[in-house]
């Protein structure tokens, strides 16, 4: 296993459609434990192949749990619901968005030997499928906010949001 290079914005392989998985073999193997590492690496919660600069649809994805879920060829079967809440990305470092998403989403995918399976996720690991499954599509989160805040502008938010959280505690 390896730590791969996370690419950021910019970069063309991040812009474009990513190849089905078709042999499911010892370089796919070796793919998907290097996405698992350079996403524990990176303390992050989802990390897609053409992340690390492989045009392949496969993702890694953190489940409520806190297990890694290897998913090749995911697709979205169903969803439900809606949740409007602050999106980052590893490719994109230190800029944070509110993104809309589905607050349940159900996947299909394969695992690392090619059989199917379905997996689903509520909440956060609704919106890490969507949002790592948009990658493989060659988009960003960041096509989907109004504005993005630095790391600086949204600690500010949160603290002034505590601040009347706690005000209002008090009344």
């Known amino acids: 296993m390896a730590i791969r290079t996370i690419l950021t914005q ?3 392989a991040l812009e474009k459609m990513c190849h089905p998985v ?3 073999d010892e370089k796919l193997a070796v793919l998907l434990d290097d996405l698992k590492e350079t996403l524990a690496h990176a303390n992050g919660l989802g990390l897609a192949a053409p992340q690390v600069g492989i045009l392949r649809r496969a993702v890694i994805v953190v489940d409520d749990d806190g297990q890694m879920l290897e998913l090749v060829n995911p697709e979205i079967i169903d969803q439900a619901g809606e949740q409007d809440g602050l999106e980052g990305c590893l490719s994109v ?3 944070w968005g509110y993104v809309k998403r589905p607050a349940w989403v159900k ?3 394969q695992d ?3 059989a199917w399976f379905e997996a689903e996720g509520h909440d956060v ?3 890490c499928f969507c949002h790592e499954i948009s990658h493989l599509d060659g988009h960003l989160y ?3 906010c ?4 630095t790391n600086e502008e949204l600690d500010r938010m949160l603290e002034e949001q505590e601040q009347k959280t706690a005000q209002e505690g008090r009344r």
């Not at 109004?146 to 805040?149: C, Q, S």
Request: aromatic share 8%; charged share 30%.
């Open 10 to 12: 910019g970069e063309p």
């Open 22 to 24: 078709t042999n499911f």
């Open 93 to 95: 470092p230190g800029l």
């Open 107 to 109: 996947v299909r995918a």
């Open 112 to 114: 690392r030997t090619g």
């Open 125 to 127: 690991t609704a919106r």
């Open 142 to 144: 960041t096509e989907l």
């Open 146 to 149: 109004d504005k993005l805040y």
